[in-house]
């Protein structure tokens, strides 16, 4: 069989259209969903710093569980009195990747 070079690019253009797309990573998420607008990941600015949360947090068995449903919810008084606001229209997995890459901090 004889291909040309148009139907050679059409089949690779098939093959990698096929593969499933690059997930987010949770430093990516984090950016997109605005979280870095009030945490930093070494320095407190309205929130506290990721890293101080996965201190906070480390070997809380309920840690992801308890951190995404703050995320999803918003919630005060843990860290000060000023609120974090709710995020629902952020999907439950990519909450439980943001919350993972930040627990991964420690």
Partial sequence: MKFTLSTLLATCALAVASLPAMADT???LTKKNNCMNCHGVDKKIV???FKDIAKK???NADAVALLSKKVKDGGS?????IPMSPNK???DADIKVMVEYVLAMN
């Fill in 26 to 28: 949770g430093a990516d």
């Fill in 47 to 49: 929130g506290p710093a």
């Fill in 57 to 59: 947090y480390k070997g």
């Fill in 77 to 81: 008084g843990v860290w000060g009195p």
């Fill in 89 to 91: 229209a952020v999907s």
